[in-house]
Each structure stands twice: as C-alpha cells, then as structure tokens.
C-alpha cells in the first residue's frame, strides 16, 4: 500500500473535478446562432433518383460518384448530376446523341425483357447483369445437364456465352460466362463450382475458383467509364510533354487527295521489345492505345482522334528485323497549310506511354502547276506487298548492298494535243553530304490520258557505305518543257 498522505489524493481529486468545472462550463455554453446562413436543408431521394441510383446505374457508377450523389442537396443538383455522368460516358460528345447511354438503356429494356424470373427484374438477374456491361455474347450455347455433382436437380441446362474482341483493350481478346438452372426455373445464375467433392484430392476446385475471379476482374473492368482513360490520355496529350518509354517514331507523307485537300500519311514505327505482351489464346499478344491531336499555328485543336490496335508477333520464333518493329499507318484528309502534330502511345498491358510533338506542312497539290509529292521509300517492292495503298513497308533505314524501292506521284503533267500523251524524265542524285555519290541513267516515262500518274523505281545499294544520305530527284515535263523536284534523306546501315 503506498504510503502517500490520503489528504494528498483529496486535494488531487479536487483539482481535476475543479477543472472538470471549468472546462463544461466554457465549453458547453448554450449554443450561440452562427453569424453564417445555416446550411441548405437536404431534400430526400425522390422515387426517379433512387431509382436512377439504384435500379439504372448500379453496375456502372463508382462508389465516389454514388457518395458525392448522396451528399447533394436537393433534386436541381442532382439531375445536373445525372446529366454529367452521362456526359462523362458519351464516346463522341460532337454528336447530339450519346452512344453509350442510348446502347446502355436498350441493354436495360432487353434484360428486363427476356430475362427476369417471377419476382426478380432482369436487370438484377445474372446474365441480365453480364448483358448490360459487356453487351449481347458473340456465341450462346446450351449444355442439358443429367449428372453434375454441383447442380442440384436432373436436368439442369448449362449455358455458356463467349465474348471476343471487344473494344475495350484491357479485357482480354476472348472469355466466356457460364450460368447453370438449377432448379428449372429460368433463373440462371453464374456458376462457381466451389462446392466439396468428396472423391477429390483438395477439398475445393482451384480451377473453378481462378475462373470465377477471372470472371469477377472481368466485370469489375467493364463497369468501369470506357472513356475514362481517353480522358487521362486527353490531359496528357494537351500538355506536350514529353515521354519516351515508348520510343516510336513517326514519319509524315503528303500526297494529292480529293477535292482541294491533300492525303497526309502517317507512317508510326514502334519498337516491340519496349512493349509488354500477353499469352492470348496461345499466341503473343500486343495491345495499343494511340492518341492522336491536330492543331493550327495558332496552337488551336482541330481535331483528335483515337484508335485501339492489337498485334501479334513471337519474337522467339521470329528472328527478322521485320518483326523487331511493328508499323502502324494512319491517312488523313489536310486541306494545305501547317500543323502540329500530337501523338500518344498508349502501352495497355504495362501502362507505358510514349509521345512525340512535330511540325507538319502540307502543300497545295490542287494548283495549275508541275507537282510531285512526297517520296516513299521501301525496302519490299510494291508488287510483293499484299496491299500498296496500305504502305505497310515504308523506311528511311536500309542495310548496304540491299534493294531499295522508291515511289512518288507526279501531278499536272501536260499532254500533247494530237495524240492525249505525255513524256517525263526522271533523274535521281544521291548524295552524303555535299559529295555526288550516284547518279543512275535517266528514267524516261510516258504518261498517258491523265496529268497525274505514280513512277516506281528500284535500285541496288552498290558502294553505299553506311551513314545518311539525301535523294533529290528532279523530274522534267518534255511537252511543257518545265522540271520540278524533291528530296528525302535516309540511312543505310551495316548489312
């Protein structure tokens, strides 16, 4: 027992209640009115918002955006809610219409329609709920089941529905659902298998398992904004900075096109040891998101654009140079002037992004005079590629002692009025630096019933020892006596 003075404890105990006192009675005065207007009375749901919450969007809206619903006021704040959630999904925002919320009602009205069972909507029914995010199935098949340790009755019907290639890259290319009556009541619901099997060496079935959760990440994916990430890319794009841990590159080409316009050629080379690949369906996959904006001298957007590309390609089996890079080609219609060009590369299975920020300039192909576009030079003749207009071979790097194949268009070329021809000569100079390195013979070429027309050449790399070059080729209207010319500049490597 201590032997501290009793009075001692007395008057401590004094102290803290006399402190006690003095705190409630400073602190728990009768409340004084706030000098500030009391904040808004919140109104309650009306029966349209919580159906909205939670018979409409369920699947799709996030717990951030269902919180920020519930904390609003009153019902003016929460349709200017609604009407930006929705604007928030639209995939073209130009149009009037919005897609993704026509589409998602269309999915509602159908669930409800061919899938609800007695009392439950079908909306809120398994395949109801799969139909809504992912959309109808590319396949459906029905399996009649008669001895399945995990259905509960004979007789149970089985059905599987297998989606590929949808639009969202981070789904993978191809999966399934299976949904199981078990009862024969039309209510089918997703099946699990996670049931005890007494003859089985683990008590649960690991595949089933991996395979529900496969199917859970799958829907967690599809309730997520589709545009979100072209949102993030947007803001990443319009800043212009710069990132390079996807290091492609990007050529332009300009050639005539319709009307007044021109045809710009967007020639994209990505490295694909910098990408991450997936095994889909046991091939190699890679899966892209490119971002591309336009804008004027002013720094004004003109236009953007986005587009999904998947590819495969093994490059354990694949030694060629050729498969190293993947090429991506993209034509635009510019009317003449210049441009800045903004891309972003989007690597969609590590999440690496690259960009570059150019300057392009198109010319004026609709005017009177001799014209010749821009050049492409190939490493693959036209004829052996599958698809010319596709340029799916363009390069500006060329081993030495290897053929190079080049192409351009001439425009406005004069025809002789007796006989509707006409005659160009084509003379290519290549040079390192100041020093003529080649000069071949002349190409003579006629032309016939049109002013424009498309020449084609070849040539071995003879004695082009490695480093850059610049091609002029000049090309001269016999009829009209009038020459014009180009150039282009390209590398030659060690074979």
Not at 83 to 108: G, L, Q, V
């Amino acid at each position: 027992m201590s032997g501290k003075n009793p009075r001692h404890h007395c008057r401590l105990w004094s102290t803290i209640l006399l402190a006690l006192c003095t705190f409630s009675s400073f602190y728990l005065k009768p409340a004084v009115a706030s000098p500030f207007p009391q904040a808004q009375k919140k109104e309650p749901l009306s029966e349209a918002s919580k159906q909205w919450l939670e018979e409409v969007v369920p699947y799709i809206i996030t717990q951030a955006e269902k919180e920020l619903f519930l904390s609003l006021p009153n019902e003016a704040e929460r349709g200017k809610f609604i009407e930006n959630f929705w604007k928030k999904r639209d995939p073209k925002p130009e149009t009037p219409e919005n897609e993704f919320k026509i589409a998602y009602y269309r999915r509602i009205a159908f669930a409800n329609k061919f899938f609800g069972v007695s009392s439950i909507p079908g909306w809120k029914t398994d395949r109801g709920r799969v139909f809504i995010l992912l959309g109808p199935p590319n396949e459906i098949q029905n399996d009649y089941l008669s001895s399945r340790e995990s259905i509960s009755q004979p007789g149970a019907v089985k059905q599987t529905w297998t989606y590929w290639n949808l639009p969202n890259p981070n789904l993978p290319y191809s999966f399934e659902f299976t949904f199981v009556d078990r009862y024969g009541t039309g209510n089918y619901e997703l099946e699990t298998s996670f049931e005890h099997r007494d003859n089985a060496s683990f008590p649960v079935d690991l595949e089933a398992v991996h395979q529900y959760f496969n199917q859970m990440e799958i829907l967690a994916e599809a309730m997520r904004n589709p545009w979100e990430k072209a949102e993030k890319l947007r803001g990443l794009i319009t800043t212009q900075v710069n990132y390079d841990l996807v290091p492609f590159s990007c050529d332009v080409f300009s050639r005539k096109g319709s009307a007044e316009k021109a045809q710009a050629i967007l020639y994209l080379t990505i490295p694909v040891r910098s990408l991450e690949s997936r095994i889909v369906d046991g091939k190699t996959t890679y899966s892209l998101t490119l971002m591309l904006s336009l804008s004027n001298e002013l720094g004004q957007s003109l236009m953007e654009k986005t587009q999904e590309v998947s590819f495969e390609r093994d490059l354990a089996k694949d030694l060629s140079p050729e498969a190293s890079k993947y090429f991506l080609p993209l034509s635009l219609p510019l009317a003449p002037g210049n441009y800045g060009l903004h891309l972003l590369l989007l690597d969609n299975f590590s999440g690496k992004i690259g960009t570059i920020h150019k300057q392009a300039s198109i010319p004026n192909f609709s005017s009177a005079e001799l014209t010749i576009s821009d050049i492409l030079l190939s490493s693959a003749s036209p004829a052996s590629q599958a698809n010319r207009q596709g340029f799916s071979s363009l390069s500006r790097e060329f081993k030495s002692e290897t053929e190079m194949h080049l192409e351009f268009e001439v425009y406005n070329v004069t025809l002789e009025s007796t006989t509707k021809k006409g005659r160009l000569t084509v003379k290519l100079f290549f040079y390192r630096g100041n020093d003529l390195i080649a000069n071949p013979p002349p190409l003579e070429q006629e032309v016939e019933a049109t002013t424009d027309c498309l020449v084609q050449t070849s040539l071995r790399l003879r004695s082009f020892p490695p480093g850059e070059y610049r091609l002029r080729i000049e090309v001269t209207d016999e009829v009209a006596a009038l020459c014009c010319w180009r150039e282009t500049s390209f590398r030659v490597i060690q074979p």
